[in-house]
């Protein structure tokens, strides 16, 4: 094998070479990525370093292409140990995976692992994301069929990655994407319809008569319409019975189907937008491994739940991210308790543009941003020592999180722009991380100012100054941030973020962090030292829990 | 490398062949790897067809393939905000640009389905007058091995012919500058 990859490897080499100044018929390219933290020990933390204090994640991902065909591999090296709390199963230095595809006109062929997704991903997402551990690209194949410019066809069927292994659970799947805009010829507006079909196999072990089928299996019906200005769209998912898993522990008589409801209205014209959604989700993960259902690692997820809220740019408005919340969870104790079985809720956009020449939008222009989101749990009758319960559908539960925030953007002159920011949330820690003890209702109000000068040639400076007032948790928190270019190659920043409202002295800690980047062409180098907050880190509405740590870090970027 | 394990998932009602466990590919092998890898640079788009903002499919290998045109593929999302602000300087400089090189912006939002609503009012809202291309299964993302935005792409006669990795305010003068040397 090793052999036959260095031939190849040298093939293309010489191919590539011998033809410099005519266009290569072979096409090799890929990229690289390595994210590196050396851990160190933290007096004013309280922490020391973990084994293993050197770590590293990296990626290297080669393709080549012929003609109508693509074929690649991605290796990954976890050294000495892969960054903290990512996933243990990701270890050591490992061929990840492999494709094969040929692109014809009509169809379109994968074998080995690929990446897809069906409607927005309610039923399947396969996808990756590095900075939270998440590759659950299906290996086996996926044929893409489009017989004409309205019609479009998609199988998949596979096993999904798991660290460097497949899970045991098995994939199939096929969406019809129907465009009858097309098929009508209409002229001012778009119509098009969806139909998707997914199922899991997983076999079941140690059950004796189980109630419940080693298949699941889950359908779902989609409509977008779009007319001039206006555009919508709507989607419904349904998932066959299954055996309920909460806290890692499966009740084998606690059997329930799943649905999820999402429906998107839009208004948009020059110079302003407004778009609305709305959701209504019941026991909608979908693992394929029943099991590995509500991992903190978000392993063996067959679907895509993100949380339709706003993805703040603001260090604070990070401290208490929404979680979407799509599973069950019964639990009471003492009289008191949780009884979880979806979320309901939905999230306003608008966005507008203040004239250049107006009151408001002065000589360079003015920019507003505005957000909303509220999110509760599924109003219905929980019965805990039996482990089960029945909901309403539109009828709202306890809020678990709601989100309202306003942003300016003005530009003053050609080379001064500032921003201004004022988020309210509304976070229930209780009730979306389950726990029964206390209650402890989060608000808090953030206000964030930054401004960006630019002077001389290429350089600029950014500073952002933000605060929290919280009535519970931690409290209060302040946070500056300060960056500089110096050229469009070079830039140094450092920022701060201070708890320094915590009722314990003891963890009024600052989480510093200072570093340099330096970008060339397809590459970029960023080196910082520095403390991370412990907590949430949430890309796309999905996150991974983090530990505090100090530290030097090193990341490299690049692409060939 | 060495196949230590070859599964056959056939009796677990699974005909295809994957293979989880190769052995340990050394480091400096990688290395090898890499330091071959400047050879190889990037030159043309990826065969794919990606929806604009009315759902058409565009082709990125027929459709952006006027004759000495350039077409610059400005990577971003709608949570990104070094990608907004690129973005607003270009909406911002295009016109005056486009006096001087027959050229074309084209914003390819990278936005999964949590915040692809946000696209369309978040583009008019800002009164962007760039074509904008969903890449929503990041398949384009991913082709050109782009690990973060805001990234831009540079295509003349369907040749890559300049690549931006990230945005600090300013650059958006060194890119006009390399296009206009092109």
Request: with cysteine; charged share 20%; proline share 3%.
């Given at each position: 094998?090793?052999?036959i990859?260095?031939?190849?490897?040298?093939?293309?080499?010489?191919?590539?070479?011998?033809?410099?100044?005519?266009?290569?018929?072979?096409?090799?390219?890929?990229?690289?990525?390595?994210?590196?933290?050396?851990?160190?020990?933290?007096?004013?933390?309280?922490?020391?370093?973990?084994?293993?204090?050197?770590?590293?994640?990296?990626y290297?991902?080669?393709?080549?292409?012929?003609?109508?065909?693509t074929?690649?591999?991605?290796?990954e090296?976890?050294?000495?140990?892969?960054?903290?709390?990512?996933?243990?199963?990701?270890?050591?230095?490992?061929?990840?995976?492999?494709?094969?595809?040929?692109?014809?006109?009509k169809?379109?062929?994968?074998?080995?692992?690929?990446?897809?997704?069906?409607?927005?991903?309610?039923?399947?997402?396969?996808?990756?994301d590095?900075?939270?551990g998440?590759?659950?690209?299906?290996?086996?194949?996926?044929?893409?069929?489009?017989?004409?410019?309205?019609?479009?066809?998609?199988?998949?069927?596979?096993?999904?990655?798991?660290?460097?292994?497949?899970?045991?659970?098995?994939?199939?799947?096929?969406?019809?994407?129907?465009?009858?805009?097309?098929?009508?010829?209409?002229?001012?507006?778009?119509?098009?319809?969806?139909?998707?079909?997914?199922?899991?196999?997983?076999?079941?072990?140690?059950?004796?008569?189980?109630?419940f089928?080693?298949?699941?299996?889950?359908?779902?019906?989609?409509?977008?319409?779009?007319?001039?200005?206006?555009?919508?769209?709507?989607?419904?998912?349904?998932?066959?019975?299954?055996?309920?898993?909460q806290?890692?522990?499966?009740?084998?008589?606690?059997?329930?189907p799943?649905?999820?409801?999402?429906?998107?209205?839009?208004?948009?014209?020059?110079?302003?937008?407004?778009?609305?959604?709305?959701?209504?989700?019941e026991?909608?993960?979908?693992?394929?491994?029943?099991?590995?259902?509500?991992?903190?690692?978000?392993?063996?997820?067959?679907?895509?739940?993100?949380?339709?809220?706003?993805?703040?740019?603001?260090?604070?408005?990070?401290?208490?991210?929404?979680?979407?919340?799509?599973?069950?969870?019964?639990?009471?104790?003492?009289?008191?308790?949780?009884?979880?079985?979806?979320?309901?809720?939905?999230?306003?956009?608008?966005f507008?543009?203040?004239?250049?020449?107006?009151?408001?939008?002065g000589?360079?222009?003015?920019?507003?941003?505005?957000?909303?989101?509220?999110?509760?749990?599924?109003?219905?009758?929980?019965?805990?020592?039996?482990?089960?319960?029945?909901?309403?559908?539109?009828?709202?539960?306890?809020?678990?999180?709601?989100?309202?925030?306003?942003?300016?953007?003005?530009?003053?002159?050609?080379?001064?722009?500032?921003?201004?920011?004022?988020?309210?949330?509304?976070?229930?820690?209780?009730?979306?991380?389950?726990?029964?003890?206390?209650?402890?209702?989060?608000?808090?109000?953030?206000?964030?100012?930054?401004?960006?000068?630019?002077?001389?040639?290429?350089?600029?400076?950014?500073?952002?100054a933000?605060?929290?007032?919280?009535?519970?948790?931690?409290?209060?928190?302040?946070?500056?941030?300060?960056?500089?270019?110096?050229?469009?190659?070079?830039?140094?920043?450092?920022?701060?973020?201070?708890?320094?409202?915590?009722?314990?002295?003891?963890?009024?800690?600052?989480?510093?962090?200072?570093?340099?980047?330096?970008?060339?062409?397809?590459?970029?180098?960023?080196?910082?030292?520095?403390?991370?907050?412990?907590?949430?880190?949430?890309?796309?509405?999905?996150?991974?829990?983090?530990?505090?740590?100090?530290?030097?870090?090193?990341?490299?970027?690049?692409?060939? | 490398?060495q196949?230590?394990?070859?599964?056959?998932?056939?009796?677990?009602?699974?005909?295809?062949?994957?293979?989880?466990?190769?052995?340990?590919?050394?480091?400096?092998?990688?290395?090898?790897?890499?330091?071959?890898?400047?050879?190889?640079?990037?030159?043309?788009?990826?065969?794919?067809?990606?929806?604009?903002?009315?759902?058409?499919?565009?082709?990125?290998?027929?459709?952006?393939?006027?004759?000495?045109?350039?077409?610059?593929?400005?990577?971003?999302?709608?949570?990104?905000?070094?990608?907004i602000?690129?973005?607003?300087?270009?909406?911002?400089?295009?016109?005056?640009?486009?006096?001087?090189?027959?050229?074309?912006?084209?914003?390819?939002?990278?936005?999964?389905?949590?915040?692809?609503?946000?696209?369309k009012?978040?583009?008019?809202?800002?009164?962007?007058?760039?074509?904008?291309?969903?890449?929503?299964?990041?398949?384009?993302?991913?082709?050109?091995?782009?690990?973060?935005?805001?990234?831009?792409?540079v295509?003349?006669?369907?040749?890559?012919?300049?690549?931006?990795?990230?945005?600090?305010?300013?650059?958006?003068?060194d890119?006009?500058?390399?296009?206009?040397?092109?």
């Amino acid at each position: 094998m090793k052999k036959i990859l260095f031939g190849v490897v040298l093939g293309l080499f010489q191919l590539t070479n011998a033809q410099e100044n005519a266009p290569s018929p072979v096409r090799v390219y890929g990229g690289f990525e390595s994210n590196g933290q050396w851990y160190t020990n933290d007096k004013g933390l309280r922490i020391n370093s973990p084994e293993d204090p050197l770590r590293s994640n990296n990626y290297l991902f080669v393709n080549t292409g012929y003609k109508n065909w693509t074929a690649g591999v991605q290796v990954e090296a976890y050294e000495d140990q892969a960054l903290l709390n990512y996933n243990p199963k990701y270890k050591n230095t490992n061929l990840a995976t492999y494709f094969v595809q040929f692109k014809g006109k009509k169809v379109d062929v994968t074998g080995g692992y690929f990446y897809d997704q069906f409607g927005s991903g309610l039923l399947y997402r396969s996808w990756e994301d590095r900075a939270l551990g998440i590759n659950n690209a299906l290996c086996g194949a996926r044929i893409i069929y489009k017989p004409t410019d309205f019609i479009s066809f998609k199988s998949i069927a596979g096993r999904q990655r798991t660290g460097f292994g497949l899970s045991k659970g098995f994939i199939a799947g096929g969406d019809l994407d129907f465009k009858l805009t097309d098929f009508f010829s209409f002229k001012t507006s778009d119509l098009s319809v969806g139909l998707t079909f997914v199922l899991r196999n997983e076999p079941i072990e140690n059950i004796v008569d189980p109630v419940f089928s080693p298949l699941v299996h889950a359908s779902g019906v989609r409509v977008n319409f779009s007319h001039n200005s206006f555009y919508s769209s709507a989607e419904f998912n349904l998932k066959s019975d299954d055996a309920v898993v909460q806290v890692n522990q499966l009740r084998p008589k606690f059997v329930k189907p799943g649905s999820a409801l999402l429906v998107n209205l839009g208004y948009s014209k020059k110079g302003f937008g407004i778009d609305g959604s709305f959701r209504r989700m019941e026991n909608m993960g979908f693992f394929s491994e029943r099991l590995a259902n509500g991992n903190i690692f978000n392993d063996r997820i067959v679907n895509f739940i993100p949380s339709l809220t706003k993805q703040h740019h603001s260090n604070l408005a990070n401290i208490y991210p929404y979680q979407a919340q799509p599973n069950v969870f019964i639990n009471f104790e003492n009289g008191k308790g949780i009884g979880k079985a979806g979320e309901i809720g939905g999230q306003i956009d608008l966005f507008y543009n203040f004239k250049k020449g107006t009151a408001l939008g002065g000589k360079y222009g003015t920019k507003l941003a505005v957000n909303f989101s509220n999110w509760n749990a599924l109003s219905g009758n929980f019965y805990a020592p039996l482990f089960d319960y029945e909901t309403d559908f539109f009828a709202f539960g306890k809020r678990y999180f709601s989100d309202i925030n306003v942003d300016f953007i003005k530009k003053w002159s050609p080379t001064w722009q500032s921003e201004l920011t004022w988020i309210h949330q509304y976070y229930d820690k209780n009730l979306i991380v389950n726990i029964n003890s206390g209650t402890e209702i989060i608000q808090t109000q953030i206000v964030a100012a930054e401004s960006t000068h630019r002077f001389g040639k290429d350089q600029s400076v950014r500073w952002v100054a933000e605060h929290m007032w919280a009535n519970a948790d931690k409290k209060n928190w302040a946070s500056a941030t300060l960056e500089y270019n110096l050229n469009s190659k070079w830039s140094l920043y450092t920022t701060d973020l201070y708890n320094y409202g915590n009722s314990d002295r003891l963890q009024r800690n600052h989480y510093y962090n200072a570093g340099a980047a330096f970008r060339h062409k397809t590459t970029r180098i960023a080196m910082s030292y520095g403390r991370q907050r412990g907590g949430l880190i949430c890309v796309g509405g999905v996150c991974r829990e983090v530990p505090e740590s100090s530290g030097v870090s090193l990341s490299l970027n690049t692409s060939f | 490398m060495q196949i230590k394990q070859i599964k056959f998932y056939s009796k677990h009602n699974n005909l295809f062949i994957c293979i989880p466990y190769l052995n340990t590919m050394k480091i400096f092998q990688l290395a090898l790897l890499l330091l071959l890898s400047p050879v190889f640079a990037q030159k043309q788009l990826p065969n794919l067809s990606l929806p604009n903002l009315e759902g058409t499919a565009l082709s990125l290998t027929q459709d952006f393939v006027e004759k000495d045109k350039v077409y610059v593929f400005s990577f971003w999302a709608t949570w990104c905000t070094p990608c907004i602000q690129e973005l607003d300087e270009m909406n911002e400089l295009q016109d005056e640009w486009k006096k001087l090189v027959n050229l074309e912006i084209i914003a390819v939002s990278t936005d999964d389905s949590r915040t692809q609503k946000r696209v369309k009012p978040l583009v008019s809202g800002k009164d962007w007058s760039f074509r904008v291309l969903l890449d929503t299964n990041q398949d384009f993302k991913r082709a050109m091995t782009i690990v973060n935005i805001p990234y831009t792409i540079v295509v003349k006669n369907q040749v890559i012919v300049h690549i931006q990795n990230g945005y600090v305010p300013g650059n958006e003068k060194d890119l006009f500058d390399k296009i206009k040397s092109l």
